[in-house]
C-alpha cells in the first residue's frame, strides 16, 4: 500500500481508505446501507491495518452516531497506536430534532465535534469535514468554527464533501484573506461511470492543491459488473442484493454505462482481475486523487479491493477505459478546447 501526500499538507494518507458508512445500520436507510456490529467491523479494521490502510472515514449522521462509536471501540479492541492512523469525520445531517441540530452554523458544527469525538473515543479528529453545503449560514461562519477548533487542538486538518467548484473556490478565498485553517480536501463522487467532477472540480483541486477523497469508486458495486449481463432490477448475478438495487444510488446513465462495463471486463481478463479491481486502479492513476475509499461488509470484500494497488494499468488499457467513459462536451470546455490550439 503506498502513501500519498494529503493535498497541500504534511500529512501522508494511505491510497485506499476505509469508509465505515455499513457499520451499525438498525432499520430504514442505515440499516438497507449496512448492518456491521462490532466483532464483523473489528474484523474488518483488522484487516484494513493489515493490507496498509490508515486512513478511517465516517461521520456523525452514519447510523445516528453508531458508525464512530463501533469504529472507535474496533481501534481501541485491536490495540491501535492513536498516531498510526487517521480519523476523519463528518458533520452537516441533522443530529436532532429542530433547525439548530443540523447544518453548517458555529452551534452545530462545535457542539458535534465534541460530540463525535466522544463517540470515537479520541482526544483529537484528524480531518475534520463538511458534509453538505448549507445556504443558510454564511460561508465565514463555518470556516471560523472550523478554525476555532483547529487552534483548540480538537480538529487537525478541514475538509469540505459534495460541494460544488463555485463553494469550494470561494471557501479558500475566504480562509485565505482571513488566516484561517486552509481547506485541506475535498471528498466527492468520482467513478468512471460518473466522471462529473472532470468539468470544473478536478481543474479546481490541481489548481489549489487540494486533496481529493473519492467515494463510492465503485458507484454503489455497479462497477462489479453484476448489475448488467443478464440481471434483472430485482436483484444482481449472484442472487446479493446491493445498493443499487435497494436503493439506486448513485444514480446511473445505464445506457452510457452497459458499453463501460465491457470494456472493464476486458481490461480485466488482460490483467487476469475483476471488473472492480480495475475501476479503483483507474481512480488511483487521476493524478488529483489522493485516497480510494472503500467499504466493505465481508473481509474477503476488503481483500480484493486492496488488489487494485498491485494492478498496473497501461496506455492501451487507459485510452480504451477513457474512450468509453468520458463525458460529453459541453460549453465552455468545446471552445476552451478550440482556442487553446495555437496555430503554429
Known amino acids: 500500500m503506498r502513501l500519498r501526500k494529503f493535498g497541500n499538507s504534511g500529512l501522508f494518507v494511505s491510497e485506499l481508505s476505509f469508509g465505515a458508512m455499513t457499520f451499525g445500520g438498525t432499520e430504514g436507510l442505515w440499516g438497507q446501507v449496512g448492518r456491521l456490529g462490532q466483532g464483523e467491523a473489528d474484523a474488518l479494521i483488522s484487516a484494513a491495518l493489515d493490507a496498509g490502510i490508515n486512513l478511517f472515514d465516517t461521520a456523525n449522521i452514519y447510523a445516528d452516531g453508531r458508525s464512530e462509536e463501533i469504529l472507535g471501540r474496533s481501534l481501541k479492541n485491536l490495540g491501535v497506536t492513536r498516531d498510526d492512523v487517521v480519523i476523519a469525520t463528518k458533520v452537516f445531517g441533522a443530529m436532532g430534532h429542530g433547525p439548530n441540530r443540523q447544518g453548517a452554523s458555529r452551534r452545530h458544527i462545535l457542539a458535534e465535534c465534541r460530540a463525535s469525538i466522544k463517540r470515537l473515543g479520541v482526544d483529537h479528529i484528524d480531518l475534520y469535514q463538511l458534509h453538505g453545503f448549507d445556504p443558510a449560514t454564511p460561508i465565514e461562519e463555518s470556516l471560523e468554527a472550523f478554525d476555532t477548533l483547529v487552534r483548540a487542538g480538537d480538529v487537525r486538518y478541514i475538509g469540505m464533501s459534495n460541494w460544488a467548484a463555485w463553494q469550494i473556490m470561494k471557501a479558500i478565498g475566504i480562509a485565505h484573506a482571513r488566516n484561517l485553517a486552509p481547506i485541506t480536501s475535498l471528498q466527492a463522487y468520482y467513478t468512471l461511470v460518473g466522471r462529473d467532477i472532470e468539468r470544473e472540480i478536478v481543474p479546481l483541486l490541481a489548481s489549489e492543491r487540494v486533496g481529493l477523497m473519492v467515494w463510492s469508486p465503485l458507484a454503489g458495486g455497479y462497477l462489479t459488473g453484476k448489475y448488467t449481463g443478464g440481471c434483472n432490477g430485482a436483484g444482481t448475478g449472484n442472487g446479493e442484493r446491493g445498493r443499487q438495487t435497494d436503493l439506486d444510488f448513485p444514480p446511473i446513465d445505464r445506457i452510457r454505462g452497459e458499453p463501460l462495463i465491457g470494456v472493464l471486463r476486458s481490461v480485466a481478463d488482460k490483467h487476469g482481475r475483476r471488473p472492480a479491481q480495475v475501476a479503483i486502479a483507474w481512480l488511483l492513476k487521476q493524478s488529483v486523487v489522493s485516497t480510494v475509499l472503500i467499504g466493505a461488509r465481508r ?46
Open 299 to 344: 473481509v474477503e470484500q476488503l481483500k480484493e479491493n486492496v488488489v487494485a494497488t498491485e494492478i498496473v494499468l497501461d496506455d492501451t488499457d487507459m485510452s480504451a477505459l477513457h474512450a468509453v467513459s468520458r463525458l460529453p462536451v459541453e460549453y465552455p470546455g468545446w471552445l476552451l478546447d478550440r482556442a487553446s490550439h495555437v496555430p503554429s
